[in-house]
DNA sequence: TTGATTTCTTAAACTACATTAACTGCGCGT
DNA sequence: ACGCGCAGTTAATGTAGTTTAAGAAATCAA
């Protein structure tokens, strides 16, 4: 079953973008599936084939890879009000290359690849939905791709803290330091910079 | 009057995505307007608003910021069979912060934001066409960033080189730093290096 | 509470990349 | 043909960020 309150954040966030009928509403939500996931446990790792959207209702999640050296890359953090999935793998059904792990005890509702596909043929307006919620993420990562060039390390971590207040509290320095690409000694090292003046 | 063989190129195009009736083809063709930029003309500067989507049917754009030292910051490039924009002037109606210009006597086939959204009613299938082109758009972005993050610049050189093989052609040295993020200087000696080997 | 593991800090040595500046060559307008 | 400006090269020097290693602080399991 679905909790009231998770369902109604996910509502909330939907009507932002498109307006639905009860009968809609109703539609979409049976063919949602909650899923808890423990601190430390894995949503998807390598390999597997990512079969569902996750819209995080509680807790935070990471999405990261780990290249040939064997060092970890944040692609983006997931907390309440957030979807997450290795998209390429979900859109091609071909094995994941990256891992979404719980950084604490998470809660998200689900739907699935072919549940999906009969939402957009039951309700078209979520083709609507999907397509503006995937416009923001391309402008966001766009604007990430343009501080990467532009910006400094120090600069980064600023505006990173500046974007994100309430996030910085629950993440660790280390996952923030593979969020801006640096190391964490190095983190260290700016976040004395930055107090000393 | 729209040229055939640009609008062939567009039409291909949208069907490897969604399968479009004859009179949907014709409704989409009479939204579109076609539009030259010569080398070195600017489709969009900062502070203009993004009026349109663009098709690139001839030639090669590139899309690029300025940070507050001076330094251009290249987003994207785009030649025949891409699209580009500013997207987030484009969907709020907002200033740009982005220049787009011609890197070579270019035409484009544009739909303006009002016919798009028309577009959008009339054929609701185009919702799914842009909706999976944003969703190729956001996996390509996301494997930039993590390429970012795990590679040094002779490698991200590297990769640029067997992802776009004949882009490198057409584009300067410049550009291409630029793009990767680092200085001309640095990549002429990276490119002296990779070849002493 | 304790020990064990992980995170954070600090410092020293090192590397990737930037900056500056001088020089080469090429395309372009006149 | 000339001169000019811009793209690319090369070398010297400078700096942002890494690496390694060691100790301190926080977190977790039992």
Redesign the pocket.
Known sequence: MIPEPAFNLLAEHVSRHVRLTPTETIIFRALLVPHRIP?KGFLLRPGEISRAESFVTKGCLRAYTIDE?G?EHILLFASEGWWVSDLHSFLTQRQATCYIEALEDTEVLQIGKTQLEMLYQQVPKFERFFRMLLQNAYVAQQQRIADGLA????Q?YQRFLAHYPQLEQR???????AYL????????????KLLAR
């Open positions: 601190r050296n060092f910006h400094t390390a120090a980064r993440l660790s320095q280390k996952h923030i330091a690409g640096i190391t964490p000694v190095f983190l260290s090292i700016l976040k004395r």
